[in-house]
């Protein structure tokens, strides 16, 4: 029996789309065959390969497990590029200055979400807005968005996690409510068609293991990690 060295899974935002996709397509290429025939039905069934590809690439969700080597770790909860490591002032929910870390998903990354920590989730919310290039720094403020914060269950300080759409992703999906405890390893959400994940820390709270223009693994590269505190275990 033939090993097969890698699996591809599929994320479950995917399965409608891509069935829809692999229908149309089929459909297409069956009326072809019978009404064009040759080389205009070789070529469309490359043409039709190539674009079902690019989209199960769009949806692909590897299986990862992160074992965690400190209870203060703050893993990426998305695939991509950091874009931005500084100081702000987070003026939407927060109303206070925190240290803003931003990924950006290009169309190549897995557009899966992970929680960055474990905790309790204190507030959701959606608001709809512009589809800039989320690389832009008025992404953050202006874009559709989700905005999930996270009480450490480690030493009770809160994380703000956002899901922001870029000028492709016209689609944001998120699992989180107010008052769910989430924990490392699960799917925060999903963002259709790449854009960018900020995360907000409060400042002088965590020690940086990742600098601007490093390459990160959603659930598996911890980009920082709580600084030695006294605890509270109640969340």
Not at 116 to 120: E, F, N
């Given at each position: 029996m033939m090993k097969i060295p890698f699996r591809i899974y599929i994320h479950?935002?995917?399965?409608k789309l891509l069935s829809s996709v692999a229908l149309g397509l089929?459909?297409?290429?069956?009326?072809?065959?019978?009404?064009?025939?040759?080389i205009t039905f070789s070529i469309s069934l490359v043409i039709s390969s190539v674009l079902f590809l690019f989209f199960t690439n769009f949806f692909r969700s590897p299986r990862r497990f992160y074992q965690q080597s400190h209870p203060g770790d703050i893993v990426s909860p998305a695939?991509?590029?950091?874009?931005?490591?500084?100081?702000?002032?987070?003026?939407?929910?927060?109303?206070?200055?925190?240290?803003?870390?931003?990924?950006?998903?290009?169309v190549t990354d897995v557009h899966a979400n992970w929680y960055?920590?474990?905790?309790?989730v204190i507030h959701y919310s959606h608001r709809n807005g512009n589809y800039h290039a989320a690389w832009l720094p008025k992404a953050s403020s202006e874009n559709e968005r989700s905005s999930v914060i996270i009480r450490a269950a480690y030493n009770q300080q809160t994380v703000l996690v956002r899901q922001i759409a870029g000028a492709l992703a016209r689609r944001i999906v998120t699992y989180a409510h107010t008052g769910k405890r989430c924990k490392l390893?699960?799917?925060?959400?999903?963002?259709?068609?790449?854009?960018?994940?900020?995360?907000?820390?409060?400042?002088?709270?965590?020690d940086m293991f990742v600098e601007q223009g490093a390459r990160v693994k959603g659930n598996k590269?911890?980009?920082?990690?709580?600084?030695?505190k006294e605890r509270n275990e109640t969340v």
């Open positions: 479950k935002e995917g399965w089929i459909t297409i290429n069956f009326l072809l065959f019978f009404l064009a025939g040759g695939d991509g590029k950091v874009v931005v490591v500084e100081p702000v002032y987070e003026n939407l929910l927060l109303k206070e200055k925190r240290l803003q870390v931003s990924i950006f998903m290009s960055p920590l474990a905790g309790k390893n699960e799917h925060l959400g999903f963002i259709k068609f790449g854009s960018r994940v900020d995360l907000f820390f409060p400042l002088d709270s965590v590269t911890v980009i920082a990690r709580f600084k030695d």
